[in-house]
Structures are given as structure tokens and as C-alpha cells.
């Protein structure tokens, strides 16, 4: 009796099996070609064979349709050629890795669809989205090292030297922000992505020295978190907690009596520690504490700019991202790199330097709690000093 069930029941499984299988295969669309013909003629009409060449004669067209130079694109492509290459087949030949980095930079630089350069092309949607994530991988992998080094102790102290050329802020090695990147609400996520500002987003935390140039990238928290939270969760700080960064000690700064931590510097999203400092809270502040917001927020605008130059220059991120969540964090991460590897061959475009639209320096405050550092508020307090009787800038005042 037992046999005789079972083998009733193997019996529906399999005639479920096969209904279902004849279901798709008929609803399955019919294949007329293996390679469609518009897609065939690639090598004769497609983007990358009538404008790669001729761009290359014209330094400033190409850098225009790259944002970088042919001297940069080849170097570029040379430390990734073996990571993105393929193999020919006796069906194919493979797209070459020139027009795998050509695609790929486009679609970053330009901020156009997959469908957009599917016709200009002349490359499969499928294909062209492989692309993208095969180079976008390849570049954060193999550039990693040399665009995001591992600082030494005189690297911090040169990036502290460069704030106070420029910004007047002595001991800062580092203007650290939040940005949103939006995306199309990824799916069964619910309101992960979104976030206070009512749209939906993942959030890029960085950290940048005054070239505008980013020295930690932490990508990939839902849209609702806080800055402080994802910081507070990364690698970085924990580094940090664990004194593993090379960070200098601290020193003497003539005309303020104690010697002074160095020290990131953020918005009222952070919370104020040894090394990080952060405004001080409130509208009913007195002259000296109102002059102190005014110079540390002069200082932190870098940050600011260079979220406004990322966002200029790889347009990608003038919409929403198109894509699922993981090819969204590769995107952000090598466009990130790409802005380091751009600004440090090709220097600083001041025409490019704008602040980000998004306004991103008027970041929500976490609902948590936040613990100042006593250190930290001492730290402030002498500076707060030291910028309004020992080293006063001639304008200042007219912002307090």
C-alpha cells in the first residue's frame, strides 16, 4: 500500500515536471539568429571603430569623451589588460580589451544607458552590462593599491601641511562626508534604501586631503544609515580605535598651551573624539565658538568639492543608477578611483570645482546619542582660541 502511494506521488511529480517544462518552452521566444544581424556589423559601424582612432589624434576630444588622457587611458589599460581580456572561439573573436576600457568609460563619464550604447555600439545589452562589471571590477582591483596607498606617518603630516596652506586649519589630515548615490529602488528591500532626504540611495562615506583627492571610500550601507554609523562601522575606524593608521603624535601649535591630537575633521553627524573634531551644536553660540564653526567649515568644504568634482566628471552619478546593488558599489567604487587616478595625472581643473548639489554638508544628525570626547572638546576650545587672538584670518569676522 505504501509502495503503491509512493509511486502515485513520483508519478504527479513528474507529470508536474513536464506541464511546467512544456509551458516554457512555448512561451519561450523563438532564437531567429545567433548573432542578431544590426549586431554583426560592429566591426565596420560600431562606436568604438569609427570614433577610437580618430578621437586619439584630438588630445582634448578624447580626454572630453574619457575624461582622461590617451597617455593615462594606456597606462589605465595597460595595468588591466590581462584582468579584462578574453578568448576567441571558433563561433567569435572577443571584444578587445581597448574597447571593453573605451565602453566602460563612456558609460561612467556620460551617464548614459546600457540600451544607449547597445545601438551606438553595436554590442548586446547583456554583453555591454558584463563589460561594465568585468572593467569596473578589474580596476578596483588592480588599481586599488596605487590609488588608495597605505599612509605613512609623513604622508599624514604632508596631508596635514596642505590644509594648513590652504584652508588654515593646522592638524587636519583629512575632511570626511556622507553622500547619497541614487539608485531605483532595489527589489524586496522595503525602505532599506530609503533615506532622510526621500529618495532612494547607498551611501558613500569618504575621507579627502586638500587636492581634493579621497584616502578612504566606504561604500555600500543602506540609504538610512547615518554617516556616523557606517564610519563608525568600517575598517577604517577601527584602525583607528586600535591606533594602526601611522597617524602622527601629537604635537606642539606655537600660541596654544597644550599640544594638539590630529584629527578628521566632519559635520554635526559625527561625533567629537581624539581625532575627530566636529562644529560645535547649537545657534546661540558666542563670537569665538562661531568663528571656529566658520574655519573648520572653510576646511571642510574640500570634501564637499570633491563630491562635486566625482559628480561633474563621472556623470553616471547625475541619475539614478540603473543597476542591481552590487554593480552599483562597483560602479561608485571605481569611479571613486578613477577621480583619485585622474587628479593625480592630471592635477586639479578649477573650473571643475563645485560644490555638491545635493548639498550634502546639511547631513541628518543620528538619532543616537552622541558622546563627545573630553579630549576632543579640549582640542576644540583651544582652537577656538588660537583662531580668534593668536591666528585670525583678515575676513573671518564677517562671518561669525
Same mark, same amino acid.
Given at each position: 500500500m505504501v509502495n503503491s502511494v509512493e509511486l502515485i506521488q513520483d508519478a504527479a511529480i513528474i507529470l508536474t515536471v513536464w506541464y511546467l517544462y512544456g509551458r516554457i518552452k512555448r512561451n519561450r521566444a523563438h532564437r531567429r539568429y545567433w548573432v542578431q544581424p544590426y549586431l554583426q556589423t560592429r566591426s565596420l559601424n560600431g562606436s568604438f571603430v569609427q570614433n577610437y582612432w580618430d578621437l586619439r589624434k584630438y588630445e582634448e576630444k578624447f580626454f572630453n569623451y574619457t575624461r582622461m588622457s590617451t597617455t593615462s587611458f594606456d597606462y589605465l589599460l595597460s595595468k588591466i589588460r590581462t584582468g579584462i581580456s578574453g578568448r576567441d572561439t571558433n563561433f567569435r573573436l %572577443? @571584444?578587445?580589451p581597448e574597447e571593453k576600457l573605451w565602453v566602460t568609460l563612456?558609460?561612467?563619464a556620460s551617464g548614459c544607458?546600457?540600451?544607449?550604447?547597445h545601438f551606438s555600439h553595436r554590442i548586446g545589452l547583456s554583453t555591454i552590462r558584463k563589460i561594465v562589471e568585468d572593467v %569596473?571590477?578589474? @580596476?578596483?582591483?588592480?588599481m586599488r593599491a596605487e590609488c588608495f596607498p597605505e599612509l605613512t606617518t609623513e604622508a599624514w603630516l604632508s596631508i596635514a601641511e596642505g590644509f594648513q596652506q590652504r584652508a588654515n586649519f593646522p592638524h587636519v589630515i583629512g575632511a570626511i562626508d556622507g553622500k547619497h548615490v541614487r539608485v531605483y529602488k532595489p527589489s524586496l528591500t522595503g525602505s532599506l534604501y530609503y533615506n532622510y532626504k526621500h529618495f532612494f540611495s547607498i551611501l558613500l562615506v569618504a575621507i579627502c586631503d586638500s587636492n581634493y583627492k579621497f584616502i578612504f571610500i566606504d561604500v555600500g550601507a543602506y540609504g538610512k544609515c547615518s554617516d556616523s554609523t557606517v564610519f563608525q562601522n568600517s575598517i577604517f575606524y577601527k584602525k583607528l580605535r586600535e591606533f594602526n593608521l601611522n597617524i602622527p603624535k601629537e604635537s606642539n601649535i606655537p600660541g596654544v598651551p597644550n599640544d594638539l591630537p590630529y584629527f578628521f @575633521?566632519?559635520?554635526e553627524a559625527f561625533s567629537i573624539s581624539e581625532? @575627530?573634531?566636529r562644529p560645535y551644536p547649537g545657534t546661540n553660540l558666542n563670537f569665538t565658538k562661531r568663528i571656529f564653526n566658520y574655519r573648520l567649515s572653510r576646511a571642510r568644504r574640500y570634501i564637499e568639492c570633491a563630491f562635486g568634482m566625482l559628480t561633474h566628471k563621472w556623470r553616471i552619478f547625475q541619475r539614478p543608477l540603473d543597476v542591481n546593488v552590487n554593480l552599483a558599489i562597483k560602479i561608485i567604487k571605481a569611479c571613486c578611483l578613477l577621480h583619485n587616478f585622474v587628479r593625480e595625472r592630471h592635477g586639479v581643473n578649477f573650473n571643475e570645482i563645485v560644490f555638491n548639489g545635493d548639498?550634502?554638508?546639511m547631513c541628518e544628525i543620528p538619532r543616537a546619542r552622541l558622546l563627545s570626547g573630553t579630549r576632543g572638546s579640549n582640542a576644540r576650545n583651544n582652537l577656538a582660541d588660537f583662531f580668534v587672538?593668536?591666528?585670525p584670518l583678515p575676513w573671518q569676522n564677517k562671518y561669525a
Amino acid at each position: 500500500m505504501v509502495n503503491s502511494v509512493e509511486l502515485i506521488q513520483d508519478a504527479a511529480i513528474i507529470l508536474t515536471v513536464w506541464y511546467l517544462y512544456g509551458r516554457i518552452k512555448r512561451n519561450r521566444a523563438h532564437r531567429r539568429y545567433w548573432v542578431q544581424p544590426y549586431l554583426q556589423t560592429r566591426s565596420l559601424n560600431g562606436s568604438f571603430v569609427q570614433n577610437y582612432w580618430d578621437l586619439r589624434k584630438y588630445e582634448e576630444k578624447f580626454f572630453n569623451y574619457t575624461r582622461m588622457s590617451t597617455t593615462s587611458f594606456d597606462y589605465l589599460l595597460s595595468k588591466i589588460r590581462t584582468g579584462i581580456s578574453g578568448r576567441d572561439t571558433n563561433f567569435r573573436l %572577443c @571584444i578587445t580589451p581597448e574597447e571593453k576600457l573605451w565602453v566602460t568609460l563612456r558609460y561612467l563619464a556620460s551617464g548614459c544607458s546600457f540600451t544607449e550604447l547597445h545601438f551606438s555600439h553595436r554590442i548586446g545589452l547583456s554583453t555591454i552590462r558584463k563589460i561594465v562589471e568585468d572593467v %569596473c571590477t578589474a @580596476i578596483w582591483d588592480i588599481m586599488r593599491a596605487e590609488c588608495f596607498p597605505e599612509l605613512t606617518t609623513e604622508a599624514w603630516l604632508s596631508i596635514a601641511e596642505g590644509f594648513q596652506q590652504r584652508a588654515n586649519f593646522p592638524h587636519v589630515i583629512g575632511a570626511i562626508d556622507g553622500k547619497h548615490v541614487r539608485v531605483y529602488k532595489p527589489s524586496l528591500t522595503g525602505s532599506l534604501y530609503y533615506n532622510y532626504k526621500h529618495f532612494f540611495s547607498i551611501l558613500l562615506v569618504a575621507i579627502c586631503d586638500s587636492n581634493y583627492k579621497f584616502i578612504f571610500i566606504d561604500v555600500g550601507a543602506y540609504g538610512k544609515c547615518s554617516d556616523s554609523t557606517v564610519f563608525q562601522n568600517s575598517i577604517f575606524y577601527k584602525k583607528l580605535r586600535e591606533f594602526n593608521l601611522n597617524i602622527p603624535k601629537e604635537s606642539n601649535i606655537p600660541g596654544v598651551p597644550n599640544d594638539l591630537p590630529y584629527f578628521f @575633521i566632519g559635520d554635526e553627524a559625527f561625533s567629537i573624539s581624539e581625532h @575627530i573634531l566636529r562644529p560645535y551644536p547649537g545657534t546661540n553660540l558666542n563670537f569665538t565658538k562661531r568663528i571656529f564653526n566658520y574655519r573648520l567649515s572653510r576646511a571642510r568644504r574640500y570634501i564637499e568639492c570633491a563630491f562635486g568634482m566625482l559628480t561633474h566628471k563621472w556623470r553616471i552619478f547625475q541619475r539614478p543608477l540603473d543597476v542591481n546593488v552590487n554593480l552599483a558599489i562597483k560602479i561608485i567604487k571605481a569611479c571613486c578611483l578613477l577621480h583619485n587616478f585622474v587628479r593625480e595625472r592630471h592635477g586639479v581643473n578649477f573650473n571643475e570645482i563645485v560644490f555638491n548639489g545635493d548639498t550634502e554638508g546639511m547631513c541628518e544628525i543620528p538619532r543616537a546619542r552622541l558622546l563627545s570626547g573630553t579630549r576632543g572638546s579640549n582640542a576644540r576650545n583651544n582652537l577656538a582660541d588660537f583662531f580668534v587672538n593668536i591666528d585670525p584670518l583678515p575676513w573671518q569676522n564677517k562671518y561669525a
